[in-house]
């Protein structure tokens, strides 16, 4: 490096002059000339050598400092740059995982919006062709909608599409959604209802599912599943939640120690720590009612708080199966 060689001369024979150091360095003016801008610029010899007879040398450590801090910003700017650039490259990727979602249906798949969710549910059931199987904690569709979706069910029946859907046993309480259901039993459908289900999610041909983003806004957007080993777990989830609910019509079970399969949610809920409008909203019941059953359990149990309901549940071996 001609700067390097240049400063090591100056340090040794720092009152000889410019013209001096081109002759005992053999080099040409400009290449000399170039060694001295370069060392000025590393801010090694103190500026205006041009008008100058001898350069004149900063102080090194000053020198250094000036020069490090540089390279510092340096490196930060640079630091800077990679990050600008990983955070571009995770965007682009993400744009190419979501366009291959769209063109292969990976797993990844989201439809926001209620028009753009019921319109891909309607292109789903027009495909399906052995079975469709669904949660629906929100009950029945209500008018417009019902009257589309009984000509839907109508035709998957038709096409001998197996129909299997679970509501909340609250349901026979609402005479107008009761209808709907008796309806669809009557073509050939099958409804059972169960104390509480976690998030309304269709299955169709288990092969590919749809399940709701946010279980408090269902209609909002879905995300769309599909793959061997997610699918399995959602159809088995879906046949063990099946085998456990109750025939549409048939009277409410009760075990020996004369629990309603309500009554035991109520206690599974209250023992996870949610609160009566949590309990009432996933029973799908007012919280009157909640209220209503819980004072209920705590005359039986002989309990005066919440905390006494679930010690004394337990103790009497209520919560055993919840």
Not at 43 to 58: H, S
Request: proline fraction near 4%.
């Amino acid at each position: 490096m001609d700067a390097g060689i240049l400063y090591q001369a100056m340090i040794k024979y720092p009152h000889v002059g410019l013209a001096d150091l081109s002759l005992w360095l053999t080099w040409p003016a400009d290449k000399l000339h170039r060694a001295l801008a370069e060392l000025e610029q590393l801010n090694l010899i103190k500026p205006g050598w041009q008008t100058q007879r001898e350069v004149v040398l900063t102080t090194p450590d000053t020198a250094l400092h000036d020069l490090l801090e540089r390279q510092e910003a340096a490196l930060a700017r640079r630091h800077q740059d990679m990050v600008r650039s990983r955070a571009l490259v995770s965007s682009m990727l993400a744009e190419y995982n979501q366009a291959r979602a769209e063109q292969i249906g990976f797993p990844t798949e989201r439809v926001h919006g209620l028009e753009a969710v019921q319109s891909f549910a309607d292109r789903l059931a027009d495909g399906c062709t052995t079975e469709m199987m669904s949660f629906s904690p929100g009950g029945p569709p209500r008018d417009p909608q019902e009257a589309a979706d009984r000509v839907e069910d109508r035709q998957l029946l038709d096409r001998r599409v197996r129909i299997r859907r679970l509501y909340l046993t609250s349901i026979t309480n609402d005479a107008a959604a009761l209808g709907y259901l008796r309806w669809l039993v009557e073509q050939g459908g099958e409804v059972r209802t169960v104390p509480s289900l976690p998030v309304r999610m269709s299955i169709y041909d288990r092969t590919v599912a749809i399940v709701a983003i946010d279980p408090m806004r269902s209609a909002e957007g879905i995300i769309v599943l599909r793959g061997t080993g997610v699918l399995a777990a959602l159809c088995a989830f879906f046949d063990h939640a099946w085998g456990r609910a109750t025939e549409l019509g048939a009277p409410s079970n009760r075990d020996e120690a004369g629990l309603a399969d309500q009554d035991r949610e109520v206690l599974r809920l209250l023992a996870d720590g949610h609160t009566d409008a949590v309990v009432a909203r996933k029973l799908g019941v007012s919280v009157r009612t909640t209220r209503r059953v819980i004072a209920e359990l705590a005359e039986r149990l002989g309990a005066r708080s919440r905390f006494q309901i679930g010690v004394r549940a337990v103790e009497s071996g209520w919560l055993s199966d919840c």
